[in-house]
């Protein structure tokens, strides 16, 4: 069910989206507490606005009255991806090709779940960073649980 909703809100998305060269980063349909949550997260070279972010919700709530493909009550929210924004597309991973980033996995590998290092790519369903060392670790995209851009101060 989630997943028909965020595939039903992504197509429509892509020509409001389209419209102004803005980039649908993610969308989440999740339960948190009693309250269902829709999230857009949307990006534009030179970054996003709030301005940006309440057009985009003014133009899918257009849609998503129109089209009603969620039955129960949800709250709406259009952000940007934050400066640690989730590597999610094939695409993702090229053009953060060498930017340092914080992958989690799923189930630890000796002991360790959180990984962090210069991303070289995906490389046969693999997702490749190579640590401070030097060393390239490889982990298999279904074992990630999320990979992020690192924020480092």
Known sequence: MKKTIVEQVEAMLDPILEERDYECVDVEFVKEGANWFLRVFVDKEGGITIEDCEWVSRSLEKELDEKDPIEQSYILEVSSPGLDRPL??????????????????YKAIEKQKEFQGKLVG????????????????????????????????
């Open 88 to 105: 999610k597309k094939d695409e993702d991973f090229v053009r953060y090709k060498d930017e340092i980033v914080d992958v989690k996995l």
């Open 122 to 153: 995906l490389q046969d369903d693999h997702i490749v960073i190579e640590n401070e060392a030097g060393d390239l670790l490889s982990f298999p995209k279904d074992q990630v649980a999320i990979v992020r851009l690192a924020v480092i101060w």
